[in-house]
């Protein structure tokens, strides 16, 4: 019964969203998504930024410890050797 009754006021709610929005407050409802393309352009730049930046030093150590790597399996092929 509870899961229902969950559903039955999503549904409710969401009606009286769309009612709301369509015939009470369209103009409002249009500044808000307008005021808020800024906001989001601006953040997803800065996280787009922040993971290529983070990318790049990825890229970076990752060949670092690649070249280590093959020099201590030099070291150790030289060892071996003698």
């Given at each position: 019964m509870g899961k229902a009754?969950?559903?039955?006021?999503?549904?409710?709610?969401m009606a009286a969203g769309i009612y709301l929005v369509i015939l009470?407050?369209?103009q409002q409802f249009i500044d808000l998504v307008f005021?808020?393309?800024?906001p989001v352009?601006?953040?997803?730049?800065?996280i787009a930024l922040i993971a290529g930046i983070?990318?790049?030093?990825d890229a970076a150590r990752t060949?670092?410890?690649e070249e280590e790597t093959k020099e201590?399996?030099?070291e150790e092929e030289e060892k071996k050797e003698e």
């Open positions: 009754l969950a559903i039955l006021g999503g549904l409710v709610a009470v407050w369209p005021g808020c393309i800024p352009l601006f953040f997803g730049g800065l983070s990318g790049i030093k060949k670092k410890l201590e399996v030099k």
